[in-house]
């Protein structure tokens, strides 16, 4: 199939950059929807005036711009991305699993991703070895839900797998 079908005349800008785990869900599901768009990578060390411009609020990446129209925080642009294109969904149509799905991806972020970088890579002793605790737990609560499944929602990707994809994705980085 081809990607351009879908996105003639359509801006679609990611701002990213190589390190960021939430930018890469960005780009996975546009992807996954086979929408064509432009990377912009910005330093976040110097970050650009157009990005300060386009999250004002957390001044970071991801931020998704669609024709003019901007969208920040990762998870909202993946609702967003997926009610925009509407093929390979994220997002089952089933109200129950969809906000099991919802539930699954902001754990990710409010628990595992902020232990990992918070309880382990930025402290030492024994904070750190209280971090590595409870990543653990939280890594044991993902490990139940998805065994003896492909992927969190079953036999088809969703917004649960892209939201915690970056867990495989840095998984060497940790195993360091």
Known sequence: MDERKYNMAEEVKVFSTWSSPFALRIIWALKLKGVEFDTVHEDIT????????????????????????????????????????????????????????????KFGDDKVSSSIWLGVLLKEGKEQEEGVSATL???????????????????TIGLADIALGWLAYHLEIFEK
């Open 46 to 105: 110097n970050k650009s005036p157009l990005l300060l411009q386009y999250n004002p609020i957390h001044k970071k990446v991801p931020v998704l711009v669609h024709n003019g129209k901007v969208i920040c925080e990762s998870l909202v642009v993946l609702e967003y991305i997926d009610e925009t294109w509407k093929q390979n969904p994220l997002l089952p149509e089933d109200p129950h699993q969809k906000a099991n799905a919802r539930f699954w991806a």
């Open 137 to 155: 737990e939280y890594l044991k609560y993902l490990e139940e839900e998805i065994r003896g499944k492909k992927f969190f929602g079953g036999e």
